[in-house]
């Protein structure tokens, strides 16, 4: 009983194997479908900052173990080899320099800072909200990912030859960054066309295995036929076209993660909440402010500093809005205001924004407001959600105590959940006295102050390198270079270890004035800040953020404790290193100057600025290092002897494929009748010329494999029939032959299109002539 032929078995014009799928064309599918898989980080992650670590991640997995196979490694090897190279990579890409023996060889300290920024890392993912900035514990989280989803993939779909798993590992990854935000998405297709187009490639060119099932070696098979690319592409653009009739698409969901709107919600952690609002740097706007004078408008407080060092509240709970606002808290000294607020981009949004602190409003949709008096917060009831063009208006009281009079006041009568504080990093504490010791500030409201101008003397950036937890706001401190959420945060924190009560405010800086008394209030105005208590007074806004576009309102001195002029306005203005335009950011800030109140910076002070990685690896010279390793695989690749391996019958059926073109240029095309002994003696003119190829092509047609000595013995005899039966001719006749032998490949290709999966399981049951 014979052996059943493998796939490529059918004898036959037209019906030879195509030219086999390389391994690189392989690897490049699976990089494609890698892009693909992370193309929705950009959800999580503020700016594409992100994206160089992460695609250098991608093509440096890739690209070490097509190296490890090149050199004849097994899995193990390249499992050793992916975990050297993710070692590396973390160490230069994302760790201080200095830990590193001659600046590249990792040594026990860069094991110890590796260990402590993970920490980070997972910390930052328990109370950091998406979207965030890359900075170094998130990112080297997201590039462990990446890189041993990479290495899966790569295994599974060249190695095992198993693209299905392969695309099953991508869509993992893909899924990640889609689940642990609640950021609006726009157009799903966006994310996933991408990842199907690369799906398909990777299934197509991935599926070069024996038809019964038996795993190809890299190099084997065909290429995928043109009816699979036609099927695959053809269902990836109905899937998009045709999903609008899938029955409860785009329909509201039974379960709400939180609602939409820009983040104005209502969950256990506001901070999550309006998260995506305070990263915004879009120009959308958001509201229309008729007002005589500038005034923020605020979402909610967070008075509660939890273990975790998340400013937090216990939850948002409203009555019904009828007649005048019950009031937080009494504020005797006050500045009356009449306020309108017209929604532009606030369309399913829970939190109303509100001028602080409010005693009335009116509203055509006054029975869906409800006002919670604990923390001075107005929302809409119920399912109920604000929708572009509602308008209300607001009397408004502005707390506006003097100076001198806040100087008098005890704070230590306040609620002392006002000052509590979990167990703080030491320089934040070591910090906070030590300003207000050099300012020789006394009483609660210059120790603010104090802080205030301290944080304002610091550097404001868009890419900050951490948040506000603990470890965060111990690098924030240390660095000088963060941004609203951070200063705010640290502020209230500082503010706080001094016994004063402080709690911080979320919502919109004034915004860019259009009118007499018209303010036009966009995503990018999106801001924090903090508020303090005063007894008898009521809550104080203090502004800590150096804002480089100066859309904020700084009591002080001067402007009074409730100034009517934006910073950009006045001659005082706080110098800042970071770009004058906030949300055009060109570059990586400047490295600010030590203030003399700060604290020692410590070892990785060296890594401020902005920078996503801790080392300062440069990107360029990581660029060359992926170019170097690509093109290095190749040229090894090409200088690897062929004589100590196997090959794939593809690569010798693609040697009859080139045989029959040739005899079609010249006149002598194939019969269905010959077999390939025949037809090879009747293109070479000499049997025996043609020997070595009809035995390499016999061995193909029933062996998974052929011994690379055959194939270059099959080579050697292609080579010399071409060379007999060209040798002679003229140029002209040559290039008759060459366009005839294109147009029966043409031809060859089409026919192979039309008849599709059902003539190769047609071809595959009947074997080649004379099988039994």
Same mark, same amino acid.
């Given at each position: 009983?014979?052996?059943?032929?493998?796939?490529?078995?059918?004898?036959?014009?037209?019906?030879?194997?195509?030219?086999?799928?390389?391994?690189?064309?392989?690897?490049?599918?699976?990089?494609?479908?890698?892009?693909?898989?992370?193309?929705?980080?950009?959800?999580?992650?503020?700016?594409?900052?992100?994206?160089?670590?992460?695609?250098?991640?991608?093509?440096?997995?890739?690209?070490?173990?097509?190296?490890?196979?090149?050199?004849?490694?097994?899995?193990?090897?390249?499992?050793?080899?992916?975990?050297?190279?993710?070692?590396?990579?973390?160490?230069?890409?994302?760790?201080?320099?200095?830990?590193?023996?001659?600046?590249?060889?990792?040594?026990?300290?860069?094991?110890?800072?590796?260990?402590?920024?993970?920490?980070?890392?997972?910390?930052?993912?328990?109370?950091?909200?998406?979207?965030?900035?890359?900075?170094?514990?998130?990112?080297?989280?997201?590039?462990?990912?990446?890189?041993?989803?990479?290495?899966?993939?790569?295994?599974?779909?060249?190695?095992?030859?198993?693209?299905?798993?392969?695309?099953?590992?991508?869509?993992?990854?893909?899924?990640?960054?889609?689940?642990?935000?609640?950021?609006?998405?726009?157009?799903?297709?966006?994310?996933?066309?991408?990842?199907?187009?690369?799906?398909?490639?990777?299934?197509?060119?991935?599926?070069?295995?024996?038809?019964?099932?038996?795993?190809?070696?890299?190099?084997?098979?065909?290429?995928?036929?043109?009816?699979?690319?036609?099927?695959? @592409?053809?269902?990836?653009?109905?899937?998009?076209?045709?999903?609008?009739?899938?029955?409860?698409?785009?329909?509201?969901?039974?379960?709400?993660?939180?609602?939409?709107?820009?983040?104005?919600?209502?969950?256990?952690?506001?901070?999550?909440?309006?998260?995506?609002?305070?990263?915004?740097?879009?120009?959308?706007?958001?509201?229309?402010?008729?007002?005589?004078?500038?005034?923020?408008?605020?979402?909610?407080?967070?008075?509660?500093?939890?273990?975790?060092?998340?400013?937090?509240?216990?939850?948002?709970?409203?009555?019904?809005?009828?007649?005048?606002?019950?009031?937080?808290?009494?504020?005797?000294?006050?500045?009356?205001?009449?306020?309108?607020?017209?929604?532009?981009?606030?369309?399913?949004?829970?939190?109303?924004?509100?001028?602080?602190?409010?005693?009335?409003?009116?509203?055509?949709?006054?029975?869906?407001?409800?006002?919670?008096?604990?923390?001075?917060?107005?929302?809409?009831?119920?399912?109920?959600?604000?929708?572009?063009?509602?308008?209300?208006? @607001?009397?408004?009281?502005?707390?506006?105590?003097?100076?001198?009079?806040?100087?008098?006041?005890?704070?230590?009568?306040?609620?002392?959940?006002?000052?509590?504080?979990?167990?703080?990093?030491?320089?934040?504490?070591?910090?906070?006295?030590?300003?207000?010791?050099?300012?020789?500030?006394?009483?609660?409201?210059?120790?603010?102050?104090?802080?205030?101008?301290?944080?304002?003397?610091?550097?404001?950036?868009?890419? %900050?390198?951490?948040?506000?937890?603990?470890?965060?706001?111990?690098?924030?401190?240390?660095?000088?270079?963060?941004?609203?959420?951070?200063?705010?945060?640290?502020?209230?924190?500082?503010?706080?270890?001094?016994?004063?009560?402080?709690?911080?405010?979320?919502?919109?800086? %004034?915004?860019?004035?259009?009118?007499?008394?018209?303010?036009?209030?966009?995503?990018?105005?999106?801001?924090?800040?903090?508020?303090?208590?005063? %007894?008898?007074?009521?809550?104080?806004?203090?502004?800590?953020?150096?804002?480089?576009?100066?859309?904020?309102?700084?009591?002080?001195?001067?402007?009074?404790?409730?100034?009517?002029?934006?910073?950009?306005?006045?001659?005082?203005?706080?110098?800042?290193?970071?770009?004058?335009?906030?949300?055009?950011?060109?570059?990586?800030?400047?490295?600010?100057?030590?203030?003399?109140?700060?604290?020692?910076?410590? %070892?990785?002070?060296?890594?401020?600025?902005?920078?996503?990685?801790?080392?300062?690896?440069?990107?360029?010279?990581?660029?060359?290092?992926?170019?170097?390793?690509?093109?290095?695989? @190749?040229?090894?690749?090409?200088?690897?002897?062929?004589?100590?391996?196997?090959?794939?019958?593809?690569?010798?059926?693609?040697?009859?494929?080139?045989?029959?073109?040739?005899?079609?240029?010249?006149?002598?095309?194939?019969?269905?009748?010959?077999?390939?002994?025949?037809?090879?003696?009747?293109?070479?003119?000499?049997?025996?010329?043609?020997?070595?190829?009809?035995?390499?092509?016999?061995?193909?047609?029933?062996?998974?494999?052929?011994?690379?000595?055959?194939?270059?013995?099959?080579?050697?005899?292609?080579?010399?029939?071409?060379?007999?039966?060209?040798?002679?001719?003229?140029?002209?006749?040559?290039?008759?032959?060459?366009?005839?032998?294109?147009?029966?490949?043409?031809?060859?290709?089409?026919?192979?299109?039309?008849?599709?999966?059902?003539?190769?399981?047609?071809?595959?049951?009947?074997?080649?002539?004379?099988?039994?």
């Amino acid at each position: 009983m014979t052996a059943r032929p493998t796939a490529e078995s059918t004898a036959g014009p037209c019906t030879a194997a195509g030219r086999p799928v390389s391994e690189w064309l392989l690897v490049g599918a699976c990089a494609a479908l890698m892009a693909a898989a992370v193309l929705p980080f950009a959800r999580v992650f503020v700016g594409v900052e992100f994206a160089r670590p992460v695609a250098a991640a991608i093509l440096l997995s890739l690209g070490g173990q097509s190296l490890a196979r090149r050199a004849g490694g097994g899995p193990l090897t390249g499992l050793l080899v992916g975990i050297v190279a993710w070692s590396m990579f973390v160490a230069l890409a994302f760790l201080p320099a200095s830990t590193l023996y001659g600046g590249f060889v990792p040594t026990s300290e860069t094991l110890r800072a590796g260990a402590e920024l993970f920490a980070d890392g997972v910390e930052l993912v328990r109370t950091r909200p998406a979207p965030t900035f890359p900075v170094p514990g998130l990112m080297v989280l997201t590039v462990t990912g990446v890189w041993w989803v990479a290495h899966a993939v790569d295994v599974l779909a060249v190695r095992l030859r198993s693209p299905l798993h392969a695309v099953a590992a991508a869509l993992v990854l893909w899924t990640v960054p889609l689940a642990v935000t609640t950021t609006p998405g726009g157009q799903a297709w966006r994310w996933a066309v991408p990842l199907l187009i690369a799906a398909v490639a990777v299934l197509l060119l991935g599926s070069d295995t024996a038809r019964m099932g038996r795993a190809r070696r890299v190099g084997g098979g065909s290429v995928a036929p043109a009816f699979g690319w036609v099927t695959g @592409l053809g269902a990836v653009v109905a899937g998009v076209l045709l999903v609008g009739l899938v029955p409860g698409f785009g329909e509201r969901a039974l379960v709400q993660p939180g609602g939409s709107g820009g983040g104005l919600t209502t969950t256990d952690n506001p901070m999550v909440d309006i998260r995506s609002n305070l990263v915004d740097q879009s120009r959308i706007p958001v509201a229309r402010v008729s007002s005589p004078e500038p005034v923020y408008l605020r979402l909610t407080s967070l008075e509660r500093f939890d273990a975790g060092q998340r400013w937090t509240n216990d939850g948002i709970r409203g009555d019904p809005v009828s007649g005048p606002l019950p009031a937080e808290a009494q504020q005797p000294l006050s500045r009356s205001l009449n306020v309108e607020v017209e929604a532009l981009g606030l369309s399913g949004a829970v939190l109303v924004p509100a001028p602080y602190q409010p005693r009335a409003i009116s509203s055509p949709r006054l029975e869906d407001l409800r006002w919670d008096s604990d923390l001075a917060t107005l929302t809409m009831t119920g399912d109920e959600r604000l929708a572009n063009g509602d308008s209300y208006e @607001l009397a408004v009281e502005v707390p506006n105590p003097p100076l001198e009079a806040l100087r008098e006041v005890d704070v230590s009568e306040a609620n002392p959940a006002l000052t509590r504080v979990p167990e703080l990093p030491e320089e934040v504490g070591a910090l906070a006295q030590r300003i207000v010791s050099e300012a020789g500030a006394d009483t609660a409201v210059d120790r603010a102050l104090a802080i205030q101008q301290e944080l304002r003397s610091w550097e404001y950036s868009l890419n %900050p390198p951490a948040g506000h937890g603990s470890n965060a706001m111990r690098s924030f401190i240390q660095r000088r270079v963060g941004y609203c959420e951070q200063f705010a945060g640290t502020m209230a924190a500082m503010l706080r270890s001094l016994g004063i009560p402080a709690r911080v405010a979320v919502g919109f800086t %004034p915004g860019e004035r259009v009118g007499d008394s018209e303010y036009i209030v966009r995503r990018a105005n999106a801001h924090a800040w903090v508020e303090v208590l005063f %007894p008898d007074y009521g809550w104080v806004s203090f502004e800590p953020t150096p804002r480089s576009d100066g859309n904020v309102l700084t009591p002080g001195a001067e402007a009074g404790m409730a100034p009517t002029q934006l910073d950009s306005q006045l001659t005082r203005r706080p110098q800042s290193t970071a770009t004058p335009d906030f949300g055009q950011q060109q570059g990586p800030p400047q490295q600010p100057t030590p203030s003399p109140a700060a604290p020692d910076a410590g %070892p990785d002070a060296e890594a401020a600025g902005g920078q996503p990685a801790g080392g300062g690896l440069p990107w360029t010279w990581l660029g060359v290092a992926v170019v170097g390793l690509a093109g290095g695989g @190749l040229l090894w690749g090409r200088r690897q002897p062929r004589s100590a391996a196997i090959v794939a019958p593809g690569e010798v059926l693609a040697r009859v494929q080139r045989v029959e073109r040739l005899g079609a240029g010249l006149g002598r095309p194939r019969e269905a009748s010959e077999t390939d002994a025949e037809y090879l003696a009747a293109v070479a003119r000499d049997a025996q010329r043609a020997q070595p190829l009809v035995a390499a092509v016999e061995r193909a047609r029933w062996a998974p494999t052929v011994p690379a000595g055959a194939d270059e013995a099959a080579g050697e005899a292609e080579a010399a029939i071409r060379a007999h039966r060209l040798g002679g001719l003229g140029r002209v006749t040559r290039a008759m032959v060459a366009v005839r032998s294109w147009g029966y490949g043409a031809r060859c290709w089409v026919k192979r299109a039309r008849a599709g999966e059902g003539r190769r399981a047609a071809t595959l049951t009947a074997g080649p002539p004379g099988a039994r």
